[in-house]
């Protein structure tokens, strides 16, 4: 295992159980660049900061009713034709706020578990939502006319990835179960992270190739995520798509399951073995 997964420690603060990566090779220490000084590696506190929903002037977008109602039919849509796949009913508890930008951050909220779903306007800020998505109507017409023959081309899951990715990875590092109290620095959290999906066919946005990158980082305890890849991270992963679902649903899902040491055991064991697979690379003075 070259490095732990910033997702891994999820696992164990689930089930209230301590751990130790000895085991794991790593450098544990790094230089600060506040002090001039080696100093400890991993982090050992976060701060949690509340999802900031962008401020809502929709009210002045020209026809804005009409154009709500427009998006309310395609996500209705678009919720109808997904009961089709398989892996709609294995989206558990999501309560997903949708952002759409181009009507003035008009908001929605889509509610899924397994094969219910309902979608609302608007979003109840005192109910905290599950992952935040900032989308376009076309983006929304583009979902509902994918899903609704019953298939995904490839480029069709491509383009949703590219939309969640970054919502995806804010949603885990999210997780409550982050922010408890007592000393993390045990469990290896980097504060310098990246996340490749490379494309395996050409994808363009507006005549530019596009791949779907994303780099996290810990400032002041905060995690913040932002697309492309910033700077030489501690490590990075690359996986396919389908390989991003099992990551999010081990991460995120089978996480939020455990109720028993066996159990956190069960899911740490098949994540770490995952993890080995998808580690592309580890900065030099971090081996």
């Known amino acids: 295992m070259q490095k732990i997964s910033f997702f891994f420690v999820l696992i164990f603060l689930a089930s209230g159980l301590q751990a130790s990566f000895d085991d794991h090779p790593g450098k544990d220490t790094e230089r600060s660049f506040k002090t001039g000084q080696e100093e400890p590696r991993y982090l050992s506190q976060f701060k949690l900061i509340d999802y900031d929903l962008p401020y809502d002037y929709s009210t002045l977008i020209p026809d804005i009713d009409k154009n709500k109602k427009k998006v309310l039919d395609l996500l ?112 290896k959290f980097d504060n310098l992270m990246q996340l490749v999906i490379p494309r395996e066919e050409e994808f363009v946005i507006y005549g530019i190739p596009r791949t779907i990158e994303a780099t996290v980082v810990n400032v002041d305890g905060q995690w913040m995520v932002f697309s492309g890849l910033q700077g030489d991270p501690d490590f990075r992963i690359s996986c396919t798509p389908d390989q991003a679902v099992r990551l999010y649903k081990l991460a995120f899902y089978d996480v939020r399951k455990i109720k028993s040491k066996k159990q956190a055991e069960e899911v740490s064991k098949e994540f770490l073995k995952f993890m080995d697979s998808i580690v592309v690379y580890t900065r030099e003075d971090h081996q």
């Open 76 to 187: 209705n849509q678009a919720a109808l034709s997904a009961k089709q796949f398989d892996w709609f009913t294995r989206i558990e508890d999501e309560r997903v706020v949708l952002i759409l930008t181009d009507l003035g951050n008009a908001r929605f909220t889509l509610e899924v578990d397994k094969q219910k779903v309902s979608v609302a306007e608007g979003a109840d800020e005192a109910m905290e939502p599950t992952m935040v998505v900032p989308l376009m109507t076309s983006n929304v017409a583009d979902l509902a006319a994918y899903l609704e023959d019953g298939m995904l081309s490839y480029e069709e899951k491509y383009k949703i990835f590219y939309a969640i990715t970054i919502p995806g990875l804010q949603a885990i590092y999210h997780n409550e179960l982050l922010f408890g109290s007592g000393d993390k620095s045990e469990f």
